[in-house]
């Protein structure tokens, strides 16, 4: 396995329409696995194909020690509100209040290409509706006021400056990946 590159704010990749799946291959299970790899060292609870630069509509996700991979996912049902803080692994240190539905039921194909119905809540449920967004091309500050969104493209242009970064990829230092903290809010 090994750690892929997270394309962020300004890839163009990001704001594009993903390409349903529709043969399992060899390739494509081991960009499962580097996917799950890169998302723990990151310390994310969710990871979208398009977040590492690759088209393939799928996600993987793991809330709870709970991992698994969405493969062409569907929202069927969406029901009830929640609000509360959001991150993305694409969009570092930059958090918005994001409103989502309280639950949702997804269906999607797993890693064998089995369809299979995720019937979640709260967390999941946001996490599910963050990685589905992704290979849509939307991204969570696109939910946020005009005026929170500013701030936040504007926080989010300052940092890049500082760190005179002008590439649209980000690696993983091992210090990063080393680390123990996981934050619940970067998806
Ligand atoms: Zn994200």
Redesign the pocket.
């Known amino acids: 396995m090994s750690l892929l590159d997270i394309y962020v704010l300004g890839a163009p990749i990001l704001r594009q329409e993903t390409i349903p799946v529709t043969t399992i291959t060899p390739d494509l299970h081991q960009l499962i696995d580097n996917m799950f790899e890169t998302m723990y060292a990151a310390k994310g609870i969710?990871?979208?194909a398009p977040?590492v630069g690759r088209a393939e509509q799928l996600s993987v996700i793991d809330v709870d020690e709970h991992p698994f991979v969405i493969i062409n996912p569907e929202i069927v049902l969406a029901e009830g509100k929640q609000k509360g803080e959001e991150g993305?692994?694409?969009?570092p240190d930059i958090y918005g209040d994001v409103e989502r539905a309280m639950r949702v039921v997804v269906r999607a194909q797993d890693r064998d290409g089995q369809p299979f119905e995720v019937d979640a809540n709260e967390l999941l449920a946001r996490c599910l509706q963050?990685?589905i967004d992704?290979l849509h091309g939307r991204?969570?500050i696109d939910y946020l006021s005009l005026v929170k969104r500013r701030a936040a493209l504007a926080k989010w242009e300052k940092a890049r400056q500082k760190d005179g970064d002008r590439s649209h990829v980000r690696k993983l230092t091992p210090e990063e990946a080393a680390g123990s903290h996981r934050r619940d809010e970067?998806?």
């Open positions: 969710g990871l979208a977040q993305c692994l694409s969009i963050h990685e992704h991204l969570f970067e998806l």
